[in-house]
């Protein structure tokens, strides 16, 4: 495994960020979200409207990276053998042969994953969860680097089916794109007058750099006190008024995890207060599941973490 100091594992970050950004106008943020998440070894949930650039970014991200990229359009009769593969009879030798899915890749794109059935979206838990699937009894290891996109759409519930919250709690972070200023906005109408920038984007890492990344992040130090903040944020959120179900265990390690990337990215071989209250809301809100006469009284879960993150006292 090649060993990368901080200084080369923002350089590589910054080759990819700005290899995105050729086609993401105005999404610093979203795609300093989404790298942690990769480097730190979660998954992402993108929710926002139709047309923000969820899709585009995934792709983005994808051709960024020399690396195998996989999309899945989920749709309601969408099966699990359509994800995870199937074993077909062959007449020639008479054996099971076993033909991968889609999930067989480092970069999968889970498009309006609520469209599928619960069914099908249970298919991803073992994927996200543990970097296996289970198929006709036996298991198969996915590989070192594997990670998952999903998207939804907030506005349409016709047809879609909620993610449970042991789907979501799967999910490192969940974060919205938004719409971008009318500048940026302006430059994106220009960008696509004659063909779109993602048919121009050529990789500007290998496989083997973002695997580094990975290992380098896993490397940046978090202090004790750091770890009981971590810790106390997330407990705060179990102990929060309007809210059924805190932030789990779970919540606490992806926190820290990308916590260590992003101090990473920053050039730092060490995590400071800043780095976990960036990434807070992104990694907490959508695990918590709000009371309904909270939800009524127009209690988020955003605004819950919010409150939590300025409540919780920082170590000095």
Not at 142 to 152: G, P, Y
């Amino acid at each position: 495994m090649t060993t990368l100091t901080p200084s080369t594992a923002r350089e590589v970050y910054r080759r990819i960020s700005d290899n995105i950004a050729r086609v993401m106008q105005g999404q610093a943020g979203s795609t300093r979200k989404l790298l942690a998440a990769l480097a730190s070894g979660g998954h992402v949930l993108l929710e926002d409207f139709p047309g923000t650039g969820k899709t585009t970014l995934a792709k983005a991200l994808a051709r960024s990276i020399d690396a195998r990229f996989k999309r899945v359009q989920f749709t309601p009769d969408l099966l699990p053998s359509d994800i995870l593969g199937v074993s077909i009879f062959s007449q020639r030798d008479q054996l099971f042969h076993f033909h991968e899915g889609p999930i067989f890749t480092n970069i999968l794109l889970a498009d309006e994953i609520n469209r599928a059935s619960p069914r099908t979206q249970s298919a991803l838990l073992e994927a996200m969860g543990e970097g296996q699937v289970s198929v006709d009894g036996e298991r198969r290891d996915l590989s070192e680097l594997f990670f998952v996109i999903a998207t939804e759409n907030p506005v349409e519930f016709r047809g879609t089916y909620p993610l449970p919250e042991a789907q979501m709690d799967r999910f490192a972070m969940e974060f919205a794109l938004g719409y971008v200023q009318p500048g940026e906005e302006v430059a994106i109408l220009t960008a696509q007058a004659k063909n779109h920038p993602l048919e121009e984007l050529k990789p500007c890492a290998s496989l083997v750099d973002v695997l580094a990344l990975k290992h380098a992040a896993q490397n940046v130090r978090i202090s004790d006190e750091l770890k009981r903040y971590v810790v106390d944020l997330a407990g705060a959120t179990r102990a929060a008024s309007g809210v059924q179900l805190g932030a789990s265990p779970r919540a606490s390690i992806a926190l820290m995890k990308a916590a260590q990337a992003l101090a990473l990215f920053d050039g730092l071989d060490f995590v400071t207060p800043e780095q976990i209250q960036e990434l807070a809301v992104s990694v907490l809100a959508h695990r918590l599941v709000m009371e309904p006469q909270a939800r009524f009284s127009g209690l988020t879960a955003r605004g819950v973490v919010e409150g939590v993150v300025k409540k919780v006292k920082v170590p000095a």
